[in-house]
């Protein structure tokens, strides 16, 4: 009886714990609803079955307690209760992916006029590339990092040019305008992630991972490493601003080019560097 009781109440304080808890989301600042709609599903889902279980476990042990002088019925299979179970099993996998799937396909597929925006990563801290006037951002390659250089930037890419470079600073972006997020990683995992925008990707070094958002609300965000990058990880954070379209261009005519902080002698410098090492390839 007492197992039973105890059975019960973790059931009630579990519940009871989720719908009082203080601690919650952050309020969403992007499109991305979806995740946070999905997330309720499945935590009703997944709640309901660990009640069901649970309660089943707490009746079974009540129901059949030990009772002298009681023998219990040896049924080594019973293919109407596998039959249900199996059932109801496939039901509540299926409702919790058909959700998942209709939002990772939205993920994934990028609007056509969104602003693309490259986000490095290094240890530890954040650098982003912004598109200049052509709209465009050149090619970049690990192996043209250098200090003069350090988003590793296609010199002889004339795309890149004017493209526009933040380096260790604070990220701003125009409200209501999709972005695709360009993520790129100069030596180990990392993990861009603002909580208020929900999407997220790991930085993969080799390679260039993508999600894309739409700001739906101005302010200042905290920007986080979701991925365990050594020593410095917990101090690896920056800062998106999301503005008005005109904070926005005020803010971003006062960035520096490629070409601006190159200048005409080291980008002659970086085009050597460049034909070297496409010459490795």
């Known amino acids: 009886m007492a197992i039973a009781l105890v059975l019960v109440l973790v059931v009630v304080g579990s519940v009871l714990f989720h719908a009082l808890s203080p601690w919650w989301w ?5 499109n991305w609803g979806y995740i946070d709609s999905t997330l309720v599903a499945t935590f009703w889902i997944t709640g309901a079955v660990f009640s069901a279980v649970v309660l089943f476990m707490a009746y079974c042990v009540y129901r059949f ?30 409702a919790m992916l058909a959700p998942g799937l209709y939002v990772w396909k939205q ?26 006037a052509d709209g465009k951002l050149g090619t970049s390659n690990a192996r043209l ?10 010199p002889e890419d004339p795309n890149g040019q004017d493209d526009v470079v933040v380096e ?15 993520l790129r990683s100069i030596d180990v995992l990392h993990d861009f992630y603002v909580p208020e925008f929900r999407a997220k990707m790991d930085m993969v070094p080799g390679m260039v991972t993508y999600f ?3 700001p739906t609300r101005t302010g200042t965000f905290e920007v986080l490493c979701a991925e365990l990058c050594g020593t410095g990880h917990g101090f690896m954070r920056g800062i998106v601003m999301v503005d008005t379209e005109q904070d926005y261009t005020s803010w971003l005519q006062q960035q520096s080019t490629f070409a601006q902080l ?9 085009a050597d560097q460049a034909k070297a090492v496409a010459a490795m390839e």
């Open 26 to 30: 952050t309020p969403i600042a992007s």
């Open 65 to 94: 307690r030990h009772k002298e002088g009681q023998k219990a019925a040896y049924e080594p299979e019973s293919r109407k209760l596998e039959s249900w179970l199996t059932l109801v099993t496939a039901v509540g996998v299926a």
């Open 107 to 132: 993920f994934v597929t990028v609007p056509k006029d969104a602003t693309e925006v490259e986000v490095v990563a290094q240890q530890w801290q954040w650098s982003y590339r912004l598109p200049g």
């Open 145 to 154: 990092i250098n200090a003069d250089n350090p988003l590793g930037i296609n």
């Open 168 to 182: 260790a600073a604070d990220l701003h972006l125009p409200i209501d305008k999709p972005v695709k997020m360009l």
């Open 212 to 214: 894309w958002f739409t």
């Open 262 to 270: 190159t200048g005409p002698a080291k980008v002659g410098a970086l």
